[in-house]
């Protein structure tokens, strides 16, 4: 077992930092918290406020002023639910959906840079892998720009 986590967490260093450069561009427009609450909202769209924090693992509270924040700064929005009136749901606007994208664009080339270095059996035990850990962390897979979906972001891992 600290083989696994050892091998987790030195590839989590790699991911963070793949990440955090790929949030380089928008810095200064949202906080990694935030940006990680409209990641949420893209993957599993409009939702309430209370399934927002669950979502994110905070409490409401500390998910109402990030909301309020990417409200003022237009990349998410309120609206009433229409199945239930008493209900606000909160949703990407246009311009959260771009941010989200472009971050995430950007964080797609540069891993396809790293998995292109490895070979085609390496590239399958890896979406192996991570497929299993993903699922293990009850987290949705990524979709990819051919449509359809793939756990890390490609269609092919041997190119």
Do not use: Y
Not at 118 to 123: K, L, R
């Amino acid at each position: 077992m600290d083989a696994v986590t050892g091998a987790v967490l030195t590839a989590s260093r790699a991911l963070v930092a793949v990440s955090a450069r790929s949030l380089a561009a928008v810095e200064g427009t949202v906080t990694l918290p935030q940006f990680r609450l409209l990641v949420v909202l893209s993957v599993h769209g409009a939702a309430s406020l209370t399934a927002v924090a669950e979502l994110l693992g905070v409490n409401p509270s500390t998910a109402m002023r990030m909301i309020d924040r990417l409200i003022a700064a237009g990349f998410v929005d309120r609206k009433l639910n229409p199945a239930n009136r008493r209900e606000t749901r909160i949703q990407l606007t246009d311009g959260g959906r771009r941010l989200v994208d472009e971050a995430t664009a950007r964080r797609r080339q540069e891993i396809t840079a790293i998995v292109e270095r490895m070979t085609p059996e390496q590239g399958a035990a890896l979406v192996e892998a991570l497929t299993a850990f993903a699922e293990a962390a009850k987290e949705p897979a990524a979709s990819w720009a051919g449509g359809g979906r793939c756990p890390l972001g490609w269609s092919d891992v041997s190119g």
